[in-house]
């Protein structure tokens, strides 16, 4: 390959390799149309069900983050048989970041690996990512949906017009993938397909395909696309063998757009909708650069405000989530029936919230609670804390470690996060690391029991009592009753962050040959590792 290989070329080449990559209908080798006796678990390590749902808040019934009438009853019957833990936030308020970090191990300020628009394989071929580690380690890895930021591995799409059903697999990581399409559904994006014709449901024609909500028309529910990863899971578990498993199935709503069977808008008439708290100049005490951040989705909550489109939204949002949280029932459902339900963690965790209106803002890509809190629930065989709540501040770097322990893997040195095992023995048990997020460089919120500090790269700072403050109204930075707290936040806070990666935009990618090459200095990269 050269630098000056033609796109296209490498397109047709693409079109090639896709018919060669193990995906669950192509690859059936190791299934079977009988489900086999109980897997023996006295042979085998534990299995791992990772679930995973996108832009979900702590809206959900167990964590009393909406002020109205929540329907998640799947979700909150997971955390009672599990370890629900109530004060976990993500490592990135931003899909990529996040999926990345939790993914790799390694917080953005460890990676550089900031933004939704960097290739982690070209960036570091030799990352070995969770997944990956455990089939190193002697697991079965599979998978559906979005799971990495949009892609498998965060290997790239070679051009979303052409490939809409498939995406570039990456069989380095997975034993076996389904082609990641569920997203790319209904508009998801302008030309990502072709934006339909019905669209915007929402009569906001300035908003484009994304930034939409409504029942689809004509649409039957088995046919959205996060649906699909339940019939994967119906196919996987037809598998006969007792070689252990990593399953990642990955669950795109409640992510914009908002389209879901009306059952689920049903559920939240639009008079029984509880609008997000807010008061006015909200944003008065925060620094510059807080007010910045805010203001780059302001105009979009402007606009559904002004409209008189906010409550709609919500309720769209609302019915997203509950589909979702049927979708994991349903998932739950199937998989207590099958052999492998004895033997099996379960995870359930979510790439970052949604603000909705509360700091005069839309969208995420902040350092607030509404963004950072998500639901997180580990449930694992025969842990002594299944069915309580869990207090503790936790962030997503400590899924790694923790799945390590519980699967009894070799220990890895290099992960930037802890490992959990003691409280999913004890939810209360001492517990002395704080919950970090990072948003691009110098960008960092620390969150401990109590309290929520936030630095920015300029230096403005915000500090919130959580406890008497909870809609983090009055920044206490400035208030000098508060130094002491302040300061013992600071320490906690990332001190050192990584340069930022190049976009995937410098990369030449090579589908056919999993390689990268650098469209300036030539640096050629081989991502089969």
């Known amino acids: 390959m050269t630098m000056n290989r033609p796109i296209n070329k490498l397109i047709s080449q693409a079109m090639i390799v896709f018919s060669c990559f193990p995906t669950i209908a192509a690859n059936n080798s190791s299934l ?5 006796k109980k ?9 791992v069900l990772f679930i995973s749902v996108d832009d979900m808040r702590d809206w ?7 002020k109205g009438k929540i329907h998640t009853p799947n979700i909150d019957r997971l955390a009672s048989q599990g370890v629900g833990f109530t004060n976990a936030h993500v490592a990135a308020p931003q899909s990529g970041p996040s999926r990345n970090a939790i993914m790799s191990g390694k917080r953005p ?23 990956q580690y455990f089939k190193n380690n002697g697991y079965y890895t599979a998978g559906a949906g979005k799971v990495f930021h949009h892609t498998p591995g965060n290997n790239p799409p070679v051009n979303w017009n052409d490939f809409q059903d498939q995406v570039v697999d990456d069989p380095w990581v997975w034993n076996s993938w389904s082609p990641e399409k569920y997203f790319l559904d209904y508009g998801y994006r302008d ?21 939409d909500w409504g029942a689809i028309p004509g649409k039957d529910e088995s046919d959205y696309g996060d649906v699909k990863v339940l019939e994967y899971l119906k196919k996987f578990l037809t598998r006969k063998t007792d070689q252990p498993f ?14 879901v069977p009306q059952k689920y808008f049903d559920m939240y008439p639009l008079d029984k909708i509880v ?15 807080a007010k910045k951040v805010a203001g780059k989705r302001h105009k979009d909550f402007v606009t559904i405000r002004d409209r008189n489109k906010w409550k709609e939204a919500v309720q769209a949002y609302l019915a997203s989530i509950s589909f979702a949280d049927a979708l994991v029932g349903k998932l739950l459902d199937t998989f207590d029936k099958s052999r492998y339900s004895d033997n099996t963690i379960i995870v359930l965790w979510s790439d970052h919230g949604f603000h909705l209106g509360s700091k005069e803002t839309w969208h995420k890509f902040t350092l607030w609670e509404d963004v950072t809190r998500i639901p997180f629930v580990i449930k694992a065989p025969g842990m002594k804390a299944n069915g309580r709540l869990c207090h503790q501040p936790v962030d997503m770097l400590n899924v790694y470690p923790t799945l390590i322990s519980l699967c009894g ?29 990072e948003y691009m460089p110098g960008q960092v919120a620390v969150r401990t029991r109590d309290w929520r500090y936030i630095r920015y790269q300029k230096g403005g700072e915000e500090l919130y009592d959580r406890k008497k403050d909870p809609n983090e109204w009055h920044n206490l930075a400035k208030n000098p009753e508060y130094s002491t707290i302040l300061e013992q936040h600071r320490k906690q806070a990332t001190q050192k962050f990584a340069k930022t990666v190049v976009e995937r935009t410098a990369w030449y990618f090579d589908p056919h040959n999993f390689t990268y090459l650098h469209r300036e200095t030539g640096q050629f990269v081989d991502g089969k590792k």
């Open 60 to 66: 959900v019934g167990y964590l009393n983050g909406y």
């Open 109 to 131: 300020s460890t990676t550089g690996l900031y933004d939704n628009d960097v290739w982690m394989k070209a960036a570091y071929p030799e990352m070995v990512t969770l997944p």
């Open 32 to 36: 079977d149309a009988k489900s086999p």
């Open 275 to 289: 609008l997000p708290e807010v008061i006015e100049n909200d944003l008065d005490d925060l620094p510059e650069e």
């Open 409 to 437: 893997l070799p220990q890895k040195s290099d992960l930037d996060g802890h490992d959990m095992s003691v409280l999913l023995k004890n939810p209360e048990a001492e517990w002395q690391w704080p919950a970090i997020t």
């Open 246 to 259: 990593f399953l990642a199935l990955g669950i795109y709503r409640p992510h914009i757009p908002w389209h």
């Open 191 to 211: 030309k990502r397909p072709e934006t339909p014709s019905w669209k915007p449901l929402n009569g906001i024609e300035t908003f484009g395909a994304e930034l």
């Open 39 to 47: 897997q023996d678990n006295a042979k085998v390590k534990p299995n």
